[in-house]
C-alpha cells in the first residue's frame, strides 16, 4: 500500500516514511506543492498525508483542488496550525482527518488505517472472503485455519489482492501498489513474492490468469 507523504519538514517526512514501512506501507514524499498537484492526480496512493504549510500551492488550495475534480483519495491533514477556523475550513474542504502536530507516529498509523477502511466500505480492521482473512492492524494472515503474520511486501501484495476479490491485477498493478518511487523492482519480485505466499499456506491461496496477472476467488 502506497502513502503519498506532502510534507516540507525533511525530518519529520523521514521519520514518517521509517514508521510507516514498518508497518508495510511505502511512502512517496513531496516536499514542494507543485510537485504535490501532479501527484495528487495520479490516483496510485492509498491516502495523502497533508501539511498545509507548503510552497505554493498551500495544503488548503491543495485539498480543495483535488475535492473539486473529484479525487476521493482520504486525505488526513497533518499541521502545527491548531486554530478551529482552520481545523473546520480544512474538515470542511473534504479531509478525512485532521492531526496536529507534534503527533506519535502510531496515531497517524491508526488514523490512516481508519479512513482507508472507511473509505473501502470496511467496518473492521479485517477483509477478506469466506476462506481467506487479513488483519490489516496485525498483518494476520487465515486460510483454512492457518494463520501467520506476513512480512511487509507479502501482507502489501495480499492487501491489494484482497480489497478487490475475484479481480484480476496485473505484474504492474501490483508493482504500483507495493512499491513506492524510486524503490528498486526485480523483473521477478511478485512472483517471489507469491511463491512464499504459496509455500505458506497453499498454492490456491492465489490464482494465476495466463498472460493476465493474479487473482483471489471470491469464495
Given at each position: ?14 521519520g514518517?516514511?521509517r514508521a ?6 511505502s511512502?512517496?514524499?513531496i ?11 495520479s ?5 495523502v ?13 491543495l ?5 473539486v ?11 502545527a ?24 507516529p502510531?496515531e497517524?498509523?491508526a ?11 470496511h467496518?473492521?480492521?479485517k477483509?477478506?472472503t ?19 503474520v506476513?512480512?511487509h ?10 480489497e ?7 505484474r504492474s498493478?501490483l508493482?504500483?501498489?507495493i512499491?513506492g ?6 523483473s521477478?519480485a ?30
Amino acid at each position: 500500500m502506497r502513502i503519498l507523504v506532502v510534507e516540507d519538514d525533511r525530518m519529520l517526512a523521514l521519520g514518517l516514511q521509517r514508521a510507516l514501512a514498518d508497518v508495510g506501507m511505502s511512502v512517496d514524499w513531496i516536499s514542494d506543492g507543485k510537485l504535490a498537484e501532479e501527484a495528487m492526480r495520479s490516483d496510485t496512493h492509498a491516502a495523502v498525508l497533508l501539511d498545509l504549510s507548503l510552497p505554493a500551492p498551500d495544503g488548503l488550495t491543495l485539498l480543495r483542488d483535488a475535492r473539486v475534480r473529484g479525487a476521493s483519495v482520504p486525505i488526513v491533514i497533518i499541521t502545527a496550525r491548531d486554530d478551529l477556523e482552520t481545523r473546520l475550513k480544512g474538515l470542511d474542504l473534504g479531509a478525512d482527518d485532521f492531526v496536529l502536530k507534534p503527533f506519535e507516529p502510531s496515531e497517524i498509523i491508526a488514523r490512516l488505517r481508519a479512513v482507508i477502511r472507511r473509505r473501502s466500505g470496511h467496518a473492521t480492521s479485517k477483509i477478506g472472503t469466506s476462506s481467506i482473512v487479513l488483519d490489516l492492524a496485525s498483518h494476520e494472515l487465515s486460510y483454512n485455519g492457518a494463520t501467520e503474520v506476513l512480512p511487509h511486501r507479502e501482507f502489501a501484495l495480499m492487501r491489494a489482492l484482497l480489497e478487490r476479490p475475484g479481480v484480476i491485477l496485473s505484474r504492474s498493478q501490483l508493482e504500483e501498489k507495493i512499491y513506492g518511487w524510486g524503490e528498486e523492482v526485480e523483473s521477478n519480485a511478485v512472483e517471489v513474492l507469491i511463491f512464499y505466499i504459496r509455500r505458506r499456506f497453499d498454492k490456491q491461496i492465489i490464482r494465476n490468469v495466463r498472460g493476465a496477472g493474479w487473482m483471489i476467488p471470491k469464495t
